[in-house]
């Protein structure tokens, strides 16, 4: 989602001025990480899901991860972020979709679960949790680094609710 879809959930007109932009850059000088944004329509009860892909295709493309500000923070399936946990975020795998993340600069890899979704910067696949980061040697100063997700389960979508005939 671009800042102008942005701009337009938080309610701020069209033509309005962009607010000044602020520091994002995160204590160690790196870029600052995924900025979660719970009031976009992903994080509500009722998700979009036509544009999930569910056919458990390789990605690759650059990680970073959350700010150390997003612990305990409110993920898009409802449960807080754990930064020490497995726990990750993409715009187009299910929630719930388990996948393997492999840092192709260092050959590490690890299993993560998709809670969340983004991240909004451009270029960037996933956003991992501080620890999952470091697991695979995602370095701090940098902040990003190329990876592949492979998907191992992706859920299958729900079932259309139809009413009953009366």
Known sequence: MGPAARAADTGTPANS?????????TDAGAPAAHTPNTSKPEHAAHVDTAHLDR???????????????????KMADGTPMQPQGNNA???TL????TAKVT????GQSTVVTIRDRGPYVKDRI???SPATAQKIGIDRKEGVAEVAVTPIEVPKP???????PR
């Open 17 to 25: 001025e962009p607010p000044a932009a602020a520091d994002t850059r």
């Open 158 to 164: 729900e079932a259309p609710k139809i009413p009953a």
């Open 94 to 97: 299910p929630l719930g979709t």
């Open 126 to 128: 996933v956003d991992l």
């Open 103 to 106: 840092n192709l600069e260092t």
């Open 55 to 73: 056919t458990g295709r390789k990605r690759v493309g650059k990680a970073s991860f959350y700010a150390k500000q997003f612990a305990g923070k």
């Open 89 to 91: 975020a993409s715009k």
